[in-house]
């Protein structure tokens, strides 16, 4: 392999379709935005995941919309996925809310049915009715899902679904965002499709994407001039770069099995040193794999296999650093299933390795390679 080369940790990977739906745009001067690229891009990805869609200008944008549809004000508590990055809890702050952790269970490294159902319980016990509960399936694959819904309803909390990860993946044969109350999804360049900046709000319940949609274009209500009765958003997706999502959607399902396909040859690369284990998909699950994730067991830190890696051009990261362990966050509750944090012990064993779909095989046997090396010193 090249000396001078670097591998990324994930890129985006263009079908070549990309062209056509943007010169379209500029063809027929949709370069404003929404547009008939936001609306096909908006009917196909709704076909795909069986479900109402809005397409947003970032997955952040549609948390901030979905906990604004249910209801969430200053005040308010949201229960959400210590194990996450942050723009899964900001939208919570914009609006004024108090976010409650969730620790990690081990198997899916997503959200403890057991630390929610000890979460929902104290809150019970206070007085307290949390409005929302904001889950995150992680690096692709789904939470436990059949467990925390029966809380939830017994609870009488709404599901967000953060899916950000996750576009492609399933559980027990349904696609992960269309679960819950609301879900989303984000295209930012690093996802497994991308529309540059991007995401999406879908629901299985029309009368909540129709509000979406709404309230991100500034609440504008139907008057023959500029009436606003309600506080709206700037939050709509371009329709230059829905054209970019169209064309990736064509190609979402060849890039979850290049995923999977990666996870594979790590797996089996990796499969006798007991140093190591390859996160896999949670059983009646189906992962696409976004990143593949290696924990380490004992020995040699993330941080060290990290900088050697990238003193060989490979780009690893960590996990997520955990929102509790956030400055941001040093007063929010953290409820855990056992005195060992998980999401904490992921965070401090785990592993990010390249997974672009747009990777060589040559270059995935020169990452096997070298991570093998720095395992055996």
Known sequence: MDDNKKIPLAIPHMSGNEEIYIERAFKQNW??????????FENRLGMYNQAHVAATSSGTAAIHLALTLLGVTEGDYVICSTFTFAASINPALYLGAHPIFIDSEAETMNMSPEALELALQDCQRKGIQPKAIILVHLYGHSAKMDEIMALANYYQVPIIEDAAESLGSEYKGQKLGTLGEIGIFSFNGNKIITTSGGGALVSKNKNYVE???????????????????????????????????????????????????????????????????????PQNTRSNYWLSIMLLNHGKSPQYIIEQLNEQGIEARRLWNPMHCQPLFQNAPIYTESTENIAEKLFNTGICLPSGTNMSEEELAYIEKQISKIIEK
């Open 31 to 40: 370069i404003a935005p929404l547009g008939p690229n936001v609306d096909l």
């Open 211 to 281: 509000k979406a949609k709404f309230l991100a274009s500034q609440s504008k209500e139907n008057a023959p001039y500029y009436l606003h009765q309600e506080v709206g958003y700037n939050y709509r997706l371009s329709n230059v770069l829905a054209g970019i999502g169209i064309a990736q959607l064509e190609v979402l399902e060849e890039r979850i099995q290049k995923k999977r396909l990666i996870f594979e040859h790590y797996q089996q690369a990796f499969e006798n040193f007991p140093q190591i284990e390859m996160k896999q998909e």
